[in-house]
């Protein structure tokens, strides 16, 4: 079984420009990747891990495999290395700004018996795929996601993995919070170090630094 992270580290995560440098945003999507993909190696799951990356990183335990394509075209060349190589083994493809991801939640998502097992984000995006057999799928990222991938899987037997962990996807300020609050790993770390801190402002919660 593999699992294949898409990651892009130059100019990450542009939309928490306002709190963060850009500096601070490569670092921050270096500390969640780091979590993702120590994540995965910790479930055991998998033969290969491998990171579909812009830019040369070092992460251990995983591949790094340099590309200059964008999203879907990365991802749907590797489905199709795979078939056509005759490599016949499951894939998770997962999010690489997925900082909250546990082992149980792997271990659930492969666990099952589905064709194709979406782990839908919020507002229409997808974080996780497992794909019992990769030439039967491609991908379809940004937009509504979900639907589209959903569509794509309509003659296979699909299961929706409900998890809040998988669906909390950090791209906005105020999602930093979640990892304040719920995180455990490098992400949170990192943001601790660099004086980023839970708000509390009347009824509502915030970030400050």
């Known amino acids: 079984m593999r699992a294949v992270i898409p990651f892009r580290k130059s100019n990450a995560k542009s ?3 306002s ?5 601070e945003r490569e670092e921050l999507a270096m500390a969640m990747l780091n979590d993702v993909s120590g994540t995965l190696v910790s479930s055991g799951c998998f033969d290969v ?17 340099l590309t200059e394509l964008g999203l879907n075209e990365a991802l749907n060349e590797y489905l199709g290395k795979m078939s056509s190589h005759k490599i016949n083994e499951p894939v998770l493809i997962i ?4 900082p909250l991801v546990s082992t149980k939640n792997i271990l659930d998502i492969v666990s099952t018996n589905a064709d194709i097992v979406i782990a839908p984000g919020r507002m229409g995006g ?8 990769p030439a039967s799928f491609h991908v379809d990222y940004y937009g509504a996601s979900y639907l589209k991938h959903l569509k794509i899987a309509s003659d296979l037997h699909t299961e ?17 919070i979640e990892v304040l609050l719920h ?27």
């Open 15 to 17: 939309r928490l420009s």
């Open 19 to 23: 709190l963060l440098s850009e500096k």
């Open 49 to 65: 891990i491998d990171i579909l990356s812009t830019s040369m990183i070092e992460i251990e335990g995983v591949n790094i495999v």
């Open 95 to 98: 999010m690489a700004d997925i």
């Open 126 to 133: 997808t974080n996780a795929i497992f794909i019992r057999d």
């Open 160 to 176: 929706v993995f409900d998890s809040f962990n998988l669906s909390t996807d950090i791209d906005e300020v105020p999602d930093i």
């Open 183 to 209: 995180g455990k790993g490098y992400s949170q770390e990192y943001l601790k170090k660099i004086g980023i801190d839970i708000l509390a402002n009347g009824g509502r919660v915030g970030v400050k630094r």
